[in-house]
């Protein structure tokens, strides 16, 4: 009898906990999410279309701004801290370079091996050109509404 006792209350106990834990957890689901859904909200997301290939453009909340070049041959992504008027941002990736460009940017041209050079296309603050297979990126050029221009080179990658 003593032993059945202790087990009964043990049985009790056990039951009781597992029903303060269910309780708790739905309580948890149930509460809204507010910090989440905060963050998300100032999340700013695009994707500009250059053919078949695309340029995914993501701005966090801290202002950090992150882009990704996706083509055929495969992609390539960076971030910057930001995007000033004046600043372009950019990835090169198997067979495309592509970024974004702040407002004062009117152009972005590109300088490739063998005496190469083609301007990219600029839409909406994001630009893109293909890369011929035989050809690689040796700098990137910005050019400003004032005409200044300014010229990146472009290490290959190992």
Known sequence: MHRTRGRVLALLALAAG??????AVQSALNAPASGVEGARATLVSRTVSFGPA???????????VCYRVIESSGSSHGCRAGV?????GYTVAPRAIGGVA?????AVIVKMSRRGTTWTTLRDGVFYADIPE????????????DGTRKSFAVTPRA
């Open 84 to 88: 000033r008027a004046n600043e372009i």
């Open 18 to 23: 597992a029903g303060a834990g269910l309780i």
């Open 134 to 145: 035989a050809y690689r990126v040796r700098a990137v050029i910005k050019v400003l509404r």
């Open 54 to 64: 695309r340029v995914a453009v993501h701005v966090l909340p801290s202002g950090i």
């Open 102 to 106: 702040g407002s004062q940017v009117r």
